[in-house]
């Protein structure tokens, strides 16, 4: 492939801003470790105490060997840009195997990095915030990707893959069943859930829900196909017993139970805000799919499980010490980061495939524009103010 003007400008301008990622990244990664209530920081002393119950700890210990904070603000930053490529390196993979779509490798790198700031609408005066409302735990932002945790980022790495693997795997399963796929999805799902449980939480229910239907379409004659994929799910799951002793074993006091206080939390109109801003793109762009016949039913299943997050994060609460912490809310966060990755890439295939016109696929990516520049105002202000919820 040879390189011309237009290529070498657009490598460059991404070269730039990558820089620019690098730098703010680790100006924020360093601030947080100096916040006595940093969740890094207090990860990395759980860990290096010989606590911890995920791979983070694991992680922490090793980079615990060179001895020094830059080694872990290292780690952090790696992760940043490990998302990035993986996200890149999936958008590639599945625009050729499920489109039949090729591009160059860093065709979607400028993608990969605006999902970094996928964040809510600013709306000032009805909804003045990026991440979380002080009076609302309930009511914030459902789709900002937080900075501060770094058992999320490490997740959200392998999400990618798990759920990439999963939709390939979806679609082609019934004919012939594909192992290398479900190899893949098997252990990029283990990964995913030994960092943290909240993905595979609301992403196995969905599919639960997929398989039954594929069961009932096929009249049960593919029945053997169905229990495999299952079992890829089965087999990654036994770590999550592990983690649940851990965090809501008898000597920790804490627990899970189901309330309404949380839906209750918030006015009619906080909830209309939340729900705009957060959702409106995304209903947007299925809306145009449907219209112009380019759904496919992998994205039903990532709406669904981005429906079970909000279930789980509205009708769901831990008690004792962990009440406090907002836990539930990761499962909507990187559920809605992979279902604005999974739409985008439909999209994308539409205009490139030609059921698109370049008029309407340029007014969607504005759109989206909106959610990535109130990402970056809210990024700028963390890496600026130290201050995370807003």
């Known amino acids: ?5 237009k290529m070498i400008a657009r490598a460059a301008a991404l070269g730039l801003c990558m820089a620019v990622l690098i730098l703010l990244a680790w100006i924020t990664y360093a601030r947080y470790f100096s916040l006595p209530n940093s969740d890094m920081r207090s990860h990395m002393l759980r860990a290096l105490a010989g606590g911890g119950y995920s791979l983070n700890s694991v992680l922490y210990r090793f980079f615990g060997l060179f001895g020094t904070d830059t080694a872990y603000i290292l780690y952090n930053l790696l992760l ?3 998302t990035v490529f993986a996200a ?12 039949g779509q090729t591009f160059a490798p860093g ?25 979380r409302n002080r009076d609302c735990a309930a009511c914030s932002s459902l789709i900002t990707q937080p900075w501060q945790s770094d058992t999320y980022n490490l997740m959200r790495l392998f999400a990618i893959g798990a759920l990439t693997a999963a939709c390939l795997l979806k679609s082609r399963y019934r004919e012939k069943f594909p192992w290398l796929t479900a190899g893949v999805f098997t252990v990029t799902l283990i990964l995913a859930n030994y960092a943290k449980p909240s993905f595979v939480v609301c992403f196995a229910p969905a599919l639960l829900v997929f398989l039954i239907r594929d069961f009932l379409r096929d009249r049960g004659r593919t029945v053997g196909k169905q229990v495999l994929f299952g079992l890829c799910v089965l087999i990654s799951l036994p770590i999550l017993l592990l983690q649940y002793d851990v965090l809501y074993g008898e000597e920790t006091g804490s627990g899970i139970v189901v309330t309404f206080s949380r839906i209750l939390s918030g006015t009619p109109v906080d909830w209309l805000m939340v729900t705009v801003s957060g959702l409106a793109v995304p209903i947007l762009f299925s809306v145009v799919l449907l219209r112009r016949k380019q759904w496919e039913e992998q994205l039903s299943m ?5 429906a079970v997050s909000l279930v789980i994060r509205l009708f769901f609460a831990e008690t004792g010490y962990r009440a406090s912490q907002n836990n539930f809310a990761w499962g909507t966060m990187v559920c809605a980061y992979l279902l604005y990755l999974f739409l985008l890439l439909r999209l994308h295939s539409a205009y490139h495939g030609g059921k698109l016109s370049g ?11 909106l959610n990535v520049v109130c990402g970056i105002l809210y990024f700028l202000r963390i890496s600026i103010t130290g201050v995370i919820r807003l």
Request: with cysteine.
């Open 1 to 5: 492939m040879r390189w011309n003007k």
């Open 80 to 82: 940043l840009l490990g």
């Open 88 to 99: 890149a390196f999936a958008a590639r993979k599945y625009s050729a195997l499920q489109y």
């Open 107 to 131: 065709h979607f790198l400028p993608l990969s990095l605006s999902l970094l700031f996928l964040c809510t609408l600013y709306i000032p005066g009805a909804y003045p915030w990026f991440y």
């Open 302 to 306: 990532i709406w669904l499980a981005y």
């Open 359 to 369: 008029r309407t696929y340029a007014l969607l990516m504005n759109a989206y524009g």
